[in-house]
């Protein structure tokens, strides 16, 4: 199983608060992403990196920030958390992104409710 | 615009049977990849078999196999001799390897349901 670890697991929080999320992984694989599932819609990407201090929006990413300052890391943060970022929050990452398969792997996911 | 489709929220499939989930994309990019993904009900995302565009033999591993017709734009999932555990979510996804990017998209899923 690929290492990579999520904190943390389940979090709730008010309404308004700031909230990051934690992703941390021990393959040395250099891209990154975060996704959000909800029930009717898949996975969706919010934001995802392709190296150290180097990331990018996804679909959507209205609300959320990242940041990558080691290989090992990236981190998302809800600004200010509101009813609709009620999801669960899955790190992935990958060895490339070229031909062939790189495909990613999951992270346990974070379960995040606002109140 | 990519886009993956998968038209059947739930299914159900009597053990030992084979059963085929659907997946239809959408790409104007000519190099593109076909991912399939397990998510049982404990929530964690497991990676099952991948078929890529210029791939001329459809993709097996195991009891999975991804029935692939370009022209159609399907990547089905065939599962062969179904098992208690593999009841699941099941998500079909797609990259573009050209237009694409970073980003790999997903359809909203199916859920098999394998009876007993």
């Known amino acids: 199983d690929a290492g990579i670890t999520q904190s943390p697991r389940h979090k709730v929080t008010e309404t308004g608060t700031p909230v990051t999320l934690r992703c941390h992984q021990t393959e040395n694989h250099r891209y990154m992403y975060w996704y959000r599932q909800d029930p009717g819609h898949g996975l969706r990407l919010i934001h995802y990196?392709?190296?150290?201090?180097?990331?990018d929006k996804g679909e959507v990413s209205d609300g959320y920030s990242v940041s990558r300052s080691k290989t090992e890391d990236f981190l998302l943060t809800l600004e200010s958390a509101t009813s609709s970022q009620t999801s669960v929050y899955f790190c992935a990452i990958s060895e490339s992104i070229g031909t062939g398969s790189y495909e990613q792997y999951f992270g346990p996911g974070t379960r995040l409710t606002v109140t | 615009a990519q886009k993956i489709t998968q038209t059947q929220p739930g299914m159900f499939v009597q053990e030992k049977e084979a059963v085929t989930l659907d997946c239809t994309y959408d790409t104007s990019d000519q190099s593109y990849g076909l991912f399939w993904y397990k998510q049982p009900s404990s929530g964690e995302m497991i990676f099952l078999i991948y078929q890529g565009s210029y791939d001329e033999q459809n993709a097996t591993e195991g009891r999975y196999s991804l029935n692939f017709q370009k022209a159609r734009k399907s990547a089905n999932l065939v599962i062969s001799a179904s098992q208690l555990g593999d009841s699941a979510m099941y998500f079909c996804?797609?990259?573009?390897?050209?237009?694409?990017?970073?980003?790999?998209?997903f359809g909203a899923g199916t859920r098999l349901f394998v009876k007993a």
């Open positions: 990196s392709y190296g150290v201090k180097d990331t």
């Open positions: 996804a797609m990259r573009e390897l050209n237009t694409g990017g970073f980003k790999t998209i």
